[in-house]
């Protein structure tokens, strides 16, 4: 079992910056592809951006690609989410996942841990 837990979040003015972190217990997350999802109110969760295992590919939704960065440190077992130029449609509550296949997905249902999520508001 993976525990995941997401921190970060917060009230930031458009135009701002958070940096979100998914610190992971329970087993190492060295061999795991993570990702971060979110979920805005009255909306489907969605994927946001992905990280391979080893930490030499990423895939970003084309909403947010260019003003985020997934990365990853495996000595630490913590996934980030650096977050900037941040717009009012940013604001949903962000979750972290770890899919354990050998292939990396946009597919939520594809990831076996989901951590509690973090609110993010971006304000106009």
């Known amino acids: 079992q993976v525990q995941l837990v997401e921190s970060g979040g917060g009230l930031v003015q458009a135009g701002g910056s958070l940096r979100l972190s998914c610190a992971a217990s329970?087993?190492?997350?060295?061999?795991?592809?993570m990702a971060w999802f979110r979920q805005a109110p009255g909306k489907e969760r969605e994927f946001v951006a992905a990280?391979?295992?080893?930490?030499?590919?990423?895939w970003y939704a084309d909403s947010v690609k260019g003003r985020f960065t997934i990365s990853r440190d495996n000595a630490k077992n913590t996934v980030y989410l650096q977050m900037n130029s941040l717009k009012p449609e940013d604001t949903a509550v962000y979750y972290c996942?770890?899919?354990?296949?050998?292939?990396?997905?946009?597919?939520?249902?594809?990831?076996?841990?989901w951590g509690q999520g973090t609110q993010v508001t971006v304000s106009s």
């Open positions: 996942a770890a899919d354990g296949s050998s292939t990396w997905s946009t597919l939520a249902v594809r990831y076996d841990y």
């Open positions: 329970g087993r190492t997350i060295s061999n795991y592809n």
């Open positions: 990280i391979k295992w080893g930490g030499d590919n990423t």
